[in-house]
């Protein structure tokens, strides 16, 4: 019987439904092990075959930790709520809960072919009306604490979408998913003080076992600054403007004061001579979101205000300017602008003649007229602080600014409140009334869960009024208990609301009595570990670590941080085709003449981009599954290369890993579906194939332990090729070597265990050990360099101690001659590693 998927893989997929092979329940005698994809939001178009490489990274990892005897936690569920459903359901006419309902049913049955260990006794949607209730609960324990409230504040309005979008939904002034003009309004919006745990967000990433870059970014995105905080008085005003600067030692060198467009003081000083200016200005400015004004690549711009700033120390008159490089969400949206030490400013002033002042000494007398010095050095033409290095001027200037009230030190973040509001239908209400007084009152616990109520028409309004004011008989209730006249909340929670704790409910997805047992939790928790995708490395993790810290606040979680480990794949890639305008064509419209590429007669481009339904380059997972079966692609987007980077989708490749596959199947049966006969039982295993077995199963090990899927199965492939032209297949290496593709290629991996003569499945067979002696390679490549730089490898036998190291490293013709007519100072020999010859002329 030749090897087939079609019959197999739907065979053990019942099998592990039928037996609940991967329920996982809380057993205190066994260490847990608890992994976590980030979920999938259930598009209409259904999974490409981008999504499964991080989900079968975990499932690899699920399938090995059970074998090695823990007990693991492997969930899915669905990311349903949010913006993208309401747009489909607003494109096809259908309503969202019906669409959202259907992509579910289409996603679980991609993800099932798959063959994926989950526990989906603990499956659940962010829509479920049970989950929906303790989101809320989230929001109501938020609410008590002071950590939401409602603000006027500057937000992103996408007038086609008729909604506030997040600042990561924004690039280059227009919306990322639609590529619709933003514009920034204010709006009065429900906030979440996220700010309140600025320095625990930063200061906990140093116990994570995350991805150094990702910390980076996560260290950046709040940008803790620690400075001084400085008044200055407005000339001929009561106005003053307050500035937050890192160098206050570089006060002395201030020619200027730059506010933020958005700067609520811009109203009060602006003279009348500037007015029509300055209000032009600030309207463009609107059409800019943060990044773009905030890159310090872009040309300066700015116009004077015609008002005057007083030095608080010279007394000297600095002219206000307003500048759009200045942003209001960081520090006090103003600026003292030192052009001679700061880049930015320097910029500024030459672009519009204004005075660059050196008051830090480099030591070289640099021209500070062409380019501005950031280092260190001493003070200078700062009266006081002359002589003093620049930490000593910092301290000496926030002294003198406390001691005469024009500042003090200050603390603070790039991080800005959360922006909680949306005005859309899909998605959690949030739970508060509006009283007639102006109070806002919560909605009792057993009031929840607040569902939205159904409508006809669902979409945004473009005055910003959001869909479910439409829903008058929902909209007016009465407060809790009384009979006093009140309005529920028209804005719904963001997409990122059901995101953020989805890792808890899956430890105790059916209680209905509390937000999660503490067995449950302190079993379970933290993630062990937790993959996907680099697009999620900064927000979504952000408000997820800051809810979870809220509710460590309040007890309901006994640790500080959720994911233990992250681990972010690469990106999908494939081929697509666009013409000169930029408009994409599907791959079967095209044709290839004389090496390039057609759609008829117009011309087009072929480049390797992100996979995506918009560039028609997605390969749906169903056609592979048919066509090769799921445990060769499972095993292809192991194989590609290293987990972590981007790959270009090539399926050809898929060919090599299904021959693999074959030549498994055909290496344990014969072609009477029996145990092949060179399958032979006995207590001697030739030496050659036994440390064969024991140098895979290290190697294998080691590799998923790393994550390097990739070498792990080029050493499955090895030890197949030497076992299929063995004259005999020892039974425990064949047995060996069928526990360690089972892992990766697990519904093949059952039916040959199965073939062996062992009954049920294979998912919880103890994994192989190894004799570390007999797992040692015989022979290893070893570096020989020359005064610390490599000049030679060579391959020796394993375990050499230094001295015979040294000695097999001079013995090698190449070394010879580097080392030849030179002397040999040292010899610098490290075991297993390299040799170092310091040699003088």
């Known amino acids: 019987m ?4 079609k019959a197999i893989e739907p065979k053990w997929q019942a099998y592990w439904d039928e037996h609940s092979t991967f329920r996982a329940q809380i057993d205190p005698t066994k260490p847990k092990f608890y992994a976590l994809d980030m979920f999938p939001y259930p598009s209409g178009a259904g999974l490409h075959v981008g999504h499964p490489m991080g989900y079968t990274a975990t499932d690899i990892l699920c399938r090995y930790k059970r074998m090695l005897g823990f007990n693991v936690l492997h969930p899915m569920g669905w990311d349903s709520y949010g913006l993208p459903a309401e747009r489909y359901a607003m494109r096809t006419g259908v309503h969202p809960a019906i669409t959202t309902k259907r992509n579910i049913e289409t996603f679980r049955g991609q993800v099932k072919r798959l063959g994926f260990s989950y526990d989906w006794s603990r499956e659940f949607a962010t829509t479920d009306p049970a989950y929906v209730r303790w989101t809320q609960w989230i929001f109501l324990k938020l609410f008590e604490r002071g950590l939401a409230y409602q603000a006027e504040v500057a937000v992103n309005w996408c007038p086609a979408q008729n909604t506030v979008l997040a600042n990561e939904e924004v690039k280059d002034g227009k919306y990322v998913e639609t590529g619709d003009p933003v514009v920034r309004r204010l709006m009065r919006q429900w906030m979440l003080r996220i700010t309140h745990y600025a320095d625990r967000l930063v200061d906990d990433l140093d116990e994570l076992d995350w991805p150094e870059n990702v910390k980076t970014m996560q260290r950046n995105w709040v940008g803790r600054s620690e400075g001084a905080e400085i008044h200055l008085p407005i000339a001929g005003s009561r ?14 060198g201030v020619t200027c004061c730059i506010l933020a467009p958005e700067h609520a003081l811009l109203a009060s000083i602006v003279t009348p001579e500037a007015r029509a200016t300055v209000d032009t200005y600030i309207e463009r400015a609107k059409t800019l979101d943060d990044t773009v004004r905030g890159d310090a690549g872009r040309k300066k711009s700015g116009v004077f205000t015609g008002a005057y700033a007083i030095h608080p120390v010279s007394g000297e008159r600095l002219p206000v300017w307003v500048a759009d490089y200045v942003l209001a969400g960081y520090g006090s949206g103003a600026v003292m602008a030192v052009p001679a030490h700061d880049g930015r400013d320097h910029e500024f002033a030459r672009h519009f003649g204004l005075p660059i002042v050196r008051v830090v000494d480099d030591g070289l007398n640099g021209d500070i007229t062409q380019a501005a010095y950031e280092g260190d050095g001493l003070m200078v033409n700062s009266g006081f602080l002359n002589g003093l290095t620049v930490t000593q001027a910092k301290q000496a200037m926030v002294t003198w600014l406390e001691q005469h009230g024009a500042g003090r030190a200050k603390v603070t973040y790039r991080l800005r409140d959360w922006l909680f509001s949306r005005q859309r239908y899909w998605g959690e209400p949030i739970p508060v009334l509006h009283l007639t007084d102006g109070s806002i009152v919560p909605l009792p616990e057993d009031a929840l869960p607040l569902l939205p109520p159904e409508l006809d028409d669902y979409k945004p309004a ?32 963001p997409q990122w609301a059901g995101s953020s704790w989805y890792f808890l409910r899956f430890l105790d997805p059916h209680n209905d009595r509390e937000f999660v047992s503490k067995e449950a939790e302190k079993y379970w928790m933290p993630v062990d570990v937790y993959v996907g995708g680099p697009e999620h490395t900064v927000l979504h993790l952000l408000y997820a670590r800051f809810w979870h810290k809220v509710l460590y606040d309040i007890g309901v979680v006994s640790t500080k941080e959720p994911f233990r480990k992250l681990f972010n794949q690469g990106m999908m890639l494939a081929f697509s085709y666009k013409d000169e305008a930029g408009r994409y064509y599907e791959s079967d419209q095209v044709v290839e003449r004389d ?5 008829g ?17 997605v390969v749906n997972p169903d056609d592979v599954v048919q066509e090769y079966g799921a445990d060769a692609l499972r095993l292809y987007e192991m194989f590609m290369g290293p987990l972590e980077v981007a790959k270009p989708w090539q399926p050809s490749g898929l060919t090599g890993v299904r021959r693999f596959l074959e030549r498994a199947w055909r290496m344990v049966c014969d072609d009477n579906d029996m145990p092949h006969p060179l399958v032979q039982d006995g207590p001697d295993v030739p030496e050659v194939l036994l440390r064969l077995r024991h140098k895979t199963v290290r190697t294998v090990t080691e590799d998923i332990e790393g994550l390097r899927f990739n070498t792990a199965i080029a050493r499955l492939m090895e030890m197949a090729n030497v076992l299929t032209h063995a004259s005999i297949r020892p039974r425990e290496v064949v047995e060996t070597f069928v526990k360690l593709l089972a892992p990766f290629a697990p519904h093949v991996a059952e039916e040959l265990w199965g073939k062996l003569g062992y009954d049920g499945t294979l998912a919880y067979a103890p994994w192989p050990n190894f004799d570390p002696e007999l797992a040692l390679d015989e022979r290893q490549e070893y570096v020989v360099q020359v005064n610390g730089k490599v000049r030679h490898r060579f391959h020796g036998e394993t375990g050499l101690d230094a001295k015979a190291l040294a000695a097999a490293a001079k013995a090698e013709p190449q070394v010879r001659a580097l080392l030849e007519g030179r002397k040999v100072m040292k010899e610098i020999a490290i075991p297993g590693r390299l040799v170092n010859f310091v040699v003088g002329e």
Not at 2 to 5: Q, S, V
Not at 239 to 252: E, G, N, P, Y
Not at 601 to 617: A, G
């Open 2 to 5: 030749a090897y087939d998927p």
């Open 239 to 252: 106005h003053s403007v307050t500035v937050f600067t890192t160098r206050a030692d570089t006060l002395f």
């Open 462 to 493: 473009p005055g910003g009024e959001p869909p479910l004011a439409r829903a008058e008989d929902w909209v007016r209730t009465t407060a809790p208990g009384t009979d006093i006249p009140a309005m529920r909340e028209t804005n719904t929670m």
């Open 595 to 599: 090496g390039k590429h057609f759609s």
């Open 601 to 617: 007669t117009v011309e087009l481009s072929r480049q390797v981009e992100k996979m995506s339904k918009s560039r028609f380059n």
